[in-house]
């Protein structure tokens, strides 16, 4: 079963509050459509590493999201954005977000998918 999603701004905006009141600063890089524009978020550690995350649809028909390390992507913040500059490029739909945090956490709340829980 498929489900319904909130409209892309006010995910957004969930998401650029739980990164604020966690100390963490988000931006907005390019707005996509308000209702339906897909959401690219990177975050950076601020020590020159970053990391991208986009979303997807599983086999249950939920939103999960992706760290794109899963396709190979380096953690250096040159290579991220040179993706993100590229998606950018190809979708003037799509959101994108950068998360600056120390800590290089991703606020995201649903089910995301990394190197890091298959081994990598």
């Known amino acids: 079963m498929i489900e319904e ?3 892309s701004w ?3 905006d969930a998401l650029i ?5 966690a100390g963490a600063s988000c931006f907005v890089l390019q707005k996509g459509d308000r209702e339906r524009g897909d959401v690219l978020v990177k975050v950076a550690d601020l020590k020159g590493g970053a990391r991208a995350y986009v979303p997807r649809t599983n ?3 939920a939103r999960v ?3 794109l390390r899963l396709q190979g992507m380096g953690e250096a913040e040159n290579d991220v954005d040179v993706y ?3 998606a950018r490029e190809r979708d003037s739909d799509l959101w994108v977000l950068e998360i600056e945090d120390r800590e290089g956490r991703h606020f995201l709340t649903e089910a995301v998918e990394s ?4 081994g990598g």
């Open 10 to 12: 006010l995910w957004v």
């Open 84 to 86: 993100v500059r590229r």
């Open 17 to 21: 509050r739980r990164a604020q009141s």
């Open 65 to 67: 999201f992706a760290d």
């Open 59 to 61: 086999m249950e028909g």
């Open 5 to 7: 999603r909130l409209p």
């Open 115 to 118: 190197p890091d829980q298959n």
